[in-house]
T-cell receptor, first 113, second 109 residues
Framework: DAGVTQSPTHLIKTRGQQVTLRCSPK?????VSWYQQALGQGPQFIFQ???????QRGNFPDRFSGHQFPNYSSELNVNALLLGDSALYLC????????????FGPGTRLLVL | DAKTTQPTSMDCAEGRAANLPCNHS???????VYWYRQIHSQGPQYIIH???NNETNEMASLIITEDRKSSTLILPHATLRDTAVYYC??????????FGAGTRLTVKP
């Protein structure tokens, strides 16, 4: 049983570009949450998707957007990249209906130059 | 903002029990206490969670005070591989997790 998977593992972009990160949830999970973790800090909640809709959102600008597909996988899109967007982006999946624990993927490390 | 307070760092001798405290004095009745750990640059790993009662699994034990305002994560026999940042998180049903800075546990030989 595969756990949460994310792609790519690493990515380098330049300021002003756009990036798309992908996440496949753990089998049986229907909810995907995204987090940003800057170096030396704890993960910060970006948003959560359930039933293909954004269910909750943290304190992140509209440059951060997402999508959830019918198979529960999800994408995180960041437009107009800033140097400060350099971070580890984590995806976590859970089952909202079952009130199940969130399990995290390995993350995508994004470097903006 | 995180609803928990943890020490910034702790050391533990290999083979000894590691006791990691967490204060969550504003916890609500429907909020659980979750513990995750993060080993260098990997995704956070779920350890254990509880509501009121003490909990134990193959990784750790969780002791929650009767007033639920604090808890302690216990790793009974710490190994070098337990060196990590440990996060204590208070979370309600809506699963909106707010991480603090966590406790950096260093297990020493």
């Amino acid at each position: 049983d595969a756990g949460v998977t994310q792609s790519p593992t690493h990515l380098i972009k330049t300021r002003g570009q756009q990036v798309t990160l992908r996440c496949s949830p753990k089998s049986g999970h229907d909810t995907v949450s995204w987090y940003q973790q800057a170096l030396g800090q704890g993960p910060q909640f970006i948003f959560q998707y359930y039933e293909e809709e954004e269910r909750q959102r943290g304190n992140f600008p509209d440059r951060f957007s997402g999508h959830q597909f019918p198979n529960y996988s999800s994408e995180l899109n960041v437009n107009a990249l800033l140097l400060g967007d350099s971070a580890l982006y984590l995806c976590a999946s859970s089952s909202l209906a079952a009130q199940e624990t969130q399990y995290f993927g390995p993350g995508t490390r994004l470097l903006v130059l | 903002d995180a609803k928990t307070t943890q020490p910034t760092s702790m050391d533990c001798a290999e083979g000894r029990a590691a006791n990691l405290p967490c204060n969550h004095s504003t916890i609500s009745g429907n909020e659980y206490v979750y513990w995750y750990r993060q080993i260098h640059s990997q995704g956070p790993q779920y350890i254990i969670h509880g509501l009121k009662n003490n909990e134990t699994n193959e990784m750790a034990s969780l002791i929650i005070t009767e007033d639920r305002k604090s808890s302690t994560l216990i790793l009974p026999h710490a190994t070098l591989r337990d060196t990590a940042v440990y996060y204590c998180i208070v979370i309600s049903y809506n699963n909106d997790m707010r991480f603090g800075a966590g406790t950096r546990l260093t297990v020493k030989p």
